[in-house]
């Protein structure tokens, strides 16, 4: 009857050691969302997964967390945002204040389409070409959001890795919601 309960005790406490190391692992690879540039995607005070092993993984719409650039933040702010542009591609706000890319490598003008957006872009932005080894980052809150519509590029050493999935609050959790896409935009109507 000792040998049970002792041999109890011991699974009992590995539980909770497992619990314990999976709890601060959670934690110490996590990021809580500071202010409304993300939303309705993510919210203030939301607490966030962060993949930091993929950072050298990142794809076009991924929310990442990187360094906001010193112009910004004085060069101590982290920012979470959405990818747009990719190495190599054209972005551009058109006139009609449709966000516009041109993945490097195609022929093709497309339009991003991100049921989150519920304000314009913004003002018009002529056809910019995102460095080797940048991104260009939006907020899914266009109209209250910093983003490389004002402060340009994101170095690439920049990004710590993915905002993947919400960890808090738990009614919430989940992982983060993937229906951005580009949409093709018909020859001609693209500047």
């Known amino acids: 009857m ?42 203030d005070g939301d607490r966030m997964f962060l993949e930091v092993w993929t950072r050298d993984e990142i794809e076009r719409f991924d929310v990442v967390e990187a360094d906001a650039p010193s112009a910004v933040s004085g060069g101590a702010a982290r920012i979470l945002k959405r990818v747009i542009g990719m190495p190599g591609d054209r972005v551009s706000v058109s006139g009609d204040a449709q966000v516009l890319v041109r993945p490097a490598g195609e022929e093709g003008t497309y339009m991003v389409e991100n049921p989150a957006w519920s304000a314009e872009p913004g003002a018009e932005l002529e056809w910019l070409t995102v460095p080797e080894d940048a991104y260009w980052l939006l907020g899914d809150n266009l109209g209250a959001s910093t983003d490389s519509r004002s402060f340009g590029f994101v170095d690439a050493e920049a990004v710590h890795g993915r905002v993947v999935f919400r960890m808090f609050p738990l009614g919430r959790n989940g992982a983060i919601a993937g229906d951005v896409r580009l949409a093709p935009v018909e020859p001609g109507s693209a500047r």
Do not use: W
């Open 2 to 43: 000792r040998k049970v309960l002792a041999a109890s005790g011991v699974g009992a406490g590995i539980a909770v050691f497992a619990a314990l190391v999976l709890i601060v692992v959670a934690l110490a690879f996590s990021v809580t969302v500071d202010g409304t540039s993300m939303e309705p995607t993510l919210r």
